[in-house]
């Protein structure tokens, strides 16, 4: 369940962002050109460090920083054809979780430690695109990002000659601003349907307090199959 400080950080986001992506000319229902829509299915690796965690004594931490990552972007052209440039946007989310036992000298002691971090962010940029015999589509988009994530920890230390259990809770959230950059190509297979890949890096300020040995922010690398049509 997330934490009230990280609902309001996400209020926050949503209601600047709002303000980024409503242009009048973005929900004008008698828009000359379209809107283009891309779902995006990929994975994402981050800078280890700044989210490998801090667990208990007996363990060096744990390493998240690779995860499954899904959202949706969106490009709408100010100007030209089969050279576009426009407005670049998208929202984005990821997670991981790794359940861990460590088991005492004797079997004095087992400790069970579940541990989930999920990372989100919002970017709103200008886009470059250019069509290459009404087929393939290739593209460039930078801008600002807004990131935010949440970590948590379930620790469970149980004595099995006692049969007593204790049970620690950890939450720790985190909020930044960075920017971001992405590239890919679009291939057009149907009637306003598309088949493509994107990358696209991330660096923000972001940081952890649970990851001890974490920088001045959060950076990554994100790989996506799109999924697209115009609207």
């Not at 994402?44 to 899904?70: H, R, V, W």
Request: charged share 15%.
């Amino acid at each position: 369940m997330l934490s009230g400080q990280a609902l309001s950080k996400i209020s926050l986001v949503v209601a600047v962002l709002i303000g980024c992506f409503s242009p009048s000319p973005l929900f004008a229902f008698d828009a000359r050109t379209p809107t283009f829509v891309q779902g995006l299915v990929g994975a994402a690796q981050f800078s280890s460090d700044d989210l490998t965690f801090a667990e208990t004594s007996t363990t060096d931490g744990k390493d998240l920083s690779n995860m499954p990552y899904i959202g949706m972007a969106f490009q709408y052209p100010f100007h030209g054809e089969n050279t576009q440039i426009g407005l670049d946007g998208s929202f984005l989310f990821g997670w991981r979780s790794k359940d861990t036992r460590i088991v005492g000298v004797n079997n004095q002691i087992t400790i069970n430690i579940d541990s989930s971090l999920w990372l989100g962010d919002f970017s709103a940029g200008l886009f470059v695109k250019h069509t290459f015999n009404d087929r393939w589509r290739t593209y460039v988009a930078a801008g600002p990002a807004i990131m935010f994530g949440e970590y948590s920890e379930d620790t469970a230390d149980e004595d099995p000659q006692t049969g007593t259990a204790e049970n620690f809770d950890t939450t720790d959230s985190a909020f930044g601003v960075g920017v971001y950059a992405r590239g890919g190509f679009d291939y057009r297979f149907g009637y306003n349907a598309y088949v493509g890949i994107c990358v696209r890096g991330l660096k923000t300020n972001m940081e952890f307090d649970g990851a001890p040995e974490a920088s001045s922010g959060l950076s990554g690398i994100q790989g996506f199959l799109t999924f697209s049509r115009h609207f």
